[in-house]
């Protein structure tokens, strides 16, 4: 099982780029990470997953270690509509499910 | 938002009463979940489903039943609810893609047991 560590909270100015860090050391090496985040009153939402190599969406950038032990997603410019718990969840090899740990609540300060 | 539907949205209920929440997707995922989230928890699993007729357990399913009879539907039913089980709860469906596989969530059930 891969344990994830994650910040309890982390607070950043609107307009700012913000950096959500992630461990998540028992990793296997075939697992991909996946990173989820949930608005207030709502259902989570998918926003980026990758393995090995950064990986660049619409919504993010997934920064990976090189020895995958960690996992940073980057908010290039962070929006009040950023507010919200990030879940960063490596699958579990074999699982047919995500598991959701607390998370980060991000905080943006107009 | 993957055609998924939650029904009820909102419900307030007594202890020991039935109750059944409805999930519905549109688009024939094979995979289907049922959630449940409380404060200092995150998502925990309660049952999932891999086709008509095919469930499993997840990792807090005592009290909790399910059932899917047609793909589009799936159906997560507290056959005599207590106040432990007053939570919001969420339905998801999982899409497979070429190298991983991403969930996509409903709105949401928040349930009130009295």
């Known amino acids: 099982d891969a344990k994830t560590t994650q910040p309890n909270s982390m607070e950043s100015n609107e307009e700012e780029p913000v950096h959500l860090p992630c461990n998540h050391s028992?990793?296997?090496?075939?697992?991909?990470i996946h990173w989820y985040r949930q608005l207030p009153s709502q259902g989570p939402e998918y926003v980026i997953h990758?393995?090995?190599s950064n990986v660049n969406n619409r919504m993010a950038s997934l920064a990976i270690a090189e020895d995958r032990k960690s996992s940073t997603l980057i908010l290039h410019r962070a929006t009040l509509r950023d507010a919200a718990v990030y879940y960063c969840?490596?699958?579990?090899?074999?699982?047919?499910?995500?598991?959701f740990g607390t998370g980060t609540r991000l905080t943006v300060i107009p | 938002d993957a055609g998924i539907t939650q029904s009820p949205r909102h419900k307030v209920t007594e202890t020991g009463t039935p109750v059944t929440l409805r999930c519905h997707q549109t688009?024939?995922?094979?995979?289907m979940y049922w959630y449940r989230q409380d404060p200092g928890h995150g998502l925990r699993l309660i049952h999932y489903?891999?086709?008509?007729?095919?469930?499993d357990k997840g990792e807090v399913s005592d009290g909790y039943s399910v059932s899917r009879s047609k793909t589009e539907d799936f159906l997560l039913t507290l056959e005599s609810a207590t106040s432990s089980q007053t939570s919001v709860y969420f339905c998801?469906?999982?899409?497979?893609?070429?190298?991983?596989?991403?969930?996509?969530f409903g709105p949401g059930t928040r349930l009130t047991v009295l």
């Open positions: 969840i490596p699958e579990r090899t074999g699982a047919n499910n995500l598991f």
């Open positions: 489903s891999y086709g008509v007729k095919d469930t």
């Open positions: 028992t990793i296997s090496g075939t697992d991909y």
């Open positions: 998801a469906i999982r899409t497979t893609g070429a190298i991983t596989d991403t969930q996509y």
């Open positions: 990758g393995l090995t």
């Open positions: 688009e024939n995922h094979r995979y």
